[in-house]
């Protein structure tokens, strides 16, 4: 069900998570567009909200030629210009172009490739492709002063396609061979990555709710550094996440195993972390209720350890759910020799939708939760959780999977802006009610930001 204040907000925010989840229909222009467009944003009372184009095609409207309604599956993030230029630099500096080309890039940004080059070249004076071919430079020197990868695994990591294209890129920019610059160069053991964010950023109640669900051996969280383990298509390896004082931006360190996997790594971290956000928007939209400046919406980095985990946690308190989920670990998971400390990796959706309900429910659980964990697993399998952030109507359709489970994935799993677990206690207390319904009323004028609500509610004194 749409709600359409909430949709309106969202479009004045233009936040790309919201990108495919509705259309605007302009009663006064007589056309549909995506809530990221670029144009004015129109009147309020001339706009109506559909869940699809095809919706907004029966009343008659027709699509956008700006921001093509047809293209919105793939959430592409887009704005006005200086913004659209940003998030493309941002999706190039990701990798983007080592998968797809230009005019696909374009594409998934709404826009054609002649706009991009031309609003790249206006904000950077330089176009997409020397973006590009910048940042594998630059990745590749980096890889070749801080690793022992092999030369010809470095190249394709950066995202040439060929030694021979990469050896001729490298010696045209640095007038020597990459192996040249190896010889001079002292092997480290992580490769470091800023990430930039728009202030402010409440950084205390973001580390203090990680170092609050730590899991052994996966992941701790101390003196201001996030750090945690990951295996990723057969590659093991750390990160650590730490904000640079004084400055807009966090450093990931990542280990040199996983260098080849960097630009997912970081795209991962960004959610976690929420560093995309325009947290002055949701403030403005919150109200009195945001009374802690600048705090964000801490995600997982793995949505499915996460919603398992969530699972695990029904009706049971974060210490009590911590200790039965570092058991499943210990037991359902794998051991890594990566780091003294991060020595485990979580079980994979393969093994625990193959497990036994003894199996899972002897580690200190009902029954029923340990079948709703296989089950969940087996949906997850299936790829469930891959693509878009899932619908409460999906999630509830699988046995042990209510409404406040499903909200609380979306939310932390996910880092979905308006998910909203009315029922959880703590919300509940915070509001003054035992009614989960009013909750929800008096969530209704938070939308579409109810989780960055639910944060600054769970975090009051």
Request: overall charge positive.
């Amino acid at each position: 069900m749409l709600h359409a204040d909430a949709c309106y907000a969202a479009m004045q925010a233009r936040d790309a998570r919201f990108d495919g989840v509705f259309f605007t229909g302009v009663i006064s222009t007589g056309i549909h567009c995506r809530p990221v467009c670029p144009a004015r944003t129109p009147l309020r009372k001339n706009c109506e909200f559909f869940s699809s184009a095809a919706a907004a095609e029966r009343r008659g409207l027709r699509p956008c030629l700006r921001c093509r309604p047809e293209l919105a599956p793939g959430r592409a993030p887009m704005d006005h210009v200086s913004r659209l230029a940003r998030r493309a630099y941002r999706m190039i500096q990701a990798g983007h172009l080592d998968e797809v080309s230009v005019p696909a890039l374009a594409t998934q940004l709404g826009v054609s490739d002649r706009h991009l080059r031309r609003v790249l070249e206006s904000e950077f004076g330089v176009g997409p492709l020397e973006i590009a071919h910048t940042r594998r430079l630059l990745l590749a020197k980096r890889l070749l002063t801080d690793t022992a990868l092999p030369v010809g695994e470095i190249a394709f990591a950066s995202g040439f396609g060929s030694l021979r294209r990469f050896n001729d890129a490298f010696a045209a920019s640095y007038r020597m061979a990459p192996r040249d610059l190896r010889r001079r160069s002292v092997v480290a053991e992580t490769i470091s990555v800023d990430l930039f964010y728009e202030p402010p950023y409440a950084w205390e109640p973001m580390f203090r709710y990680f170092q609050l669900r730590t899991l052994a051996g996966i992941d701790e969280a101390e003196n201001g550094v996030f750090r945690r383990t990951i295996s990723y298509r057969g590659d093991s390896g750390t990160i650590a996440v730490t904000p640079v004082p004084d400055e807009t931006m966090v450093r990931v360190s990542v280990s040199t195993a996983l260098a080849q996997h960097l630009p997912w790594i970081l795209r991962r971290v960004r959610r976690q972390f929420d560093l995309d956000v325009d947290i002055p928007v949701v403030s403005g939209t919150l109200g009195e209720v945001a009374k802690i400046e600048g705090l964000r919406l801490p995600a997982a980095f793995d949505p499915f350890e996460c919603a398992i985990r969530t699972i695990i946690g029904q009706q049971v308190s974060v210490a009590g759910a911590t200790t039965v989920t570092n058991r499943l670990i210990q037991n359902l998971g794998e051991s890594t020799s990566v780091d003294p400390t991060l020595d485990r990796t979580f079980p994979s959706p393969t093994r625990l939708a193959n497990a036994s309900v003894g199996e899972i429910a002897s580690l200190g659980m009902p029954g029923k939760r340990a079948e709703t964990i296989i089950q969940f697993s087996a949906f997850a399998e299936r790829g469930g959780l891959s693509g878009a952030t899932p619908n409460v109507e999906d999630l509830v359709q699988l046995p042990g999977i209510g409404p406040w489970t499903a909200e609380y994935i979306r939310m932390r799993g996910f880092g979905w802006p308006d998910a909203f677990p009315a029922a959880d206690l703590g919300l509940l207390k915070a509001l003054g009610t035992q009614s989960a319904r009013e909750a929800e009323n008096r969530a209704e004028s938070w939308r579409p930001w109810r989780s960055y609500a639910a944060m600054q509610l769970w975090n009051q004194p």
